[in-house]
């Protein structure tokens, strides 16, 4: 069983985590210099307005905002913790000139500032089929411009490298093993084909979009981050798609949003999480399954066997890997969640042909 906590609170003091109380965080902030992100900088006097067109003014302002919070994301995670950021740049016109605002080369260099270690990291190549995407002067040289597809998760660890030191660590962080050939393309360092989720909000009060990450990419990165047992941080929730993929990873999560209208968005995605989760985790047996026939076939049969599940692997460091899908989620009260877990069920046999 695992607990899940949404906390509707501002991350800049994330008094719910204890100094080194979280193994991973993984979150997106809001973006400096993205217009529907203007009000929230202003609010915090850090905006566009308060700095009355100076650009580079406003662009730091808001930067120093986000600051305060990766102060704490460092204070929150335990030695070897992880920190993954996702953050895209912005182009704006700003004082009558176009340009680029490079956010992610600026909270690299506050997170470096406060401590971290960095990683290699990832490039997220997201999917457009916007027939008018192209800025600036369209076929017409120099006016035209590149258009930004994609965007940066950061990787950074607080100090070394994580140790496991107890028999029990060891034991969990072989059953959080990834499947060999899932390896190979989570870590790459282009992800491709991860489609943005849907951004329009139903609820009443809240904004009308938000910048929410595919769940996909949030499960890639706590399944290659942490270990069953850990506790995700997010500080940045929005519709808690960190809390989700916690949840389907048997991790616990703790996640802050300043913004109570997403409470019934994130209440509403954790009711419908077990129908989701299972099919993504069928999804990999399935897949690992097609990829070990498909071997050998080649004849290159797999030399190990993964023996929770009975299958063939490549390495023996798949043999112990283990998964479970969600029984169940129930909500208790001030954001509290509990998932129960079960064994996968077998995939239904195919109908004889008649």
Known sequence: MTRHEAVFADAARLDRVADGGAALAVTSPP????????PLFAERGAGIEQAEGRCDEAFEGMHRGLDAV???VYRALAPGGIACIVVGDATRTCDGVFRLFASHARVLAGCLAIGFQSLPGII???????????????????????????????VLRKGARRRFATAAERRLRAESAFFWEERNQWFSDVWF??????????AEDARSRSGAFPFELAYRLVNMFSVKGDTVLDPFAGTGTTMLAAMASERHSISY???????????ASAAALP???????????ERHRAFVEARARMGRPCANRNEPHDVACV???ERHLLLREVAGV????DGVFTVRYAPVRAPRAAEPER
């Open 31 to 38: 973006y400096p210099m993205i217009a529907m992100w203007d």
């Open 70 to 72: 990766w102060r704490e």
């Open 124 to 154: 997220w190549r997201k999917t457009t089929n916007a027939p008018n995407k192209f800025m600036g002067s369209g076929m017409l040289p120099p006016g035209a411009y590149v258009t930004l597809e994609h965007e940066h998760v950061l």
């Open 193 to 202: 084909g991860l489609t943005g989720a849907d951004q329009t909000l139903s």
């Open 257 to 267: 949003e300043i913004d109570a209208a997403f409470r019934p968005v994130v209440e």
């Open 275 to 285: 129908a989701c989760a299972n099919r993504r985790i069928r999804e990999r047996l």
């Open 315 to 317: 390495s023996g460091q």
């Open 330 to 333: 129930e909500r208790g009260d």
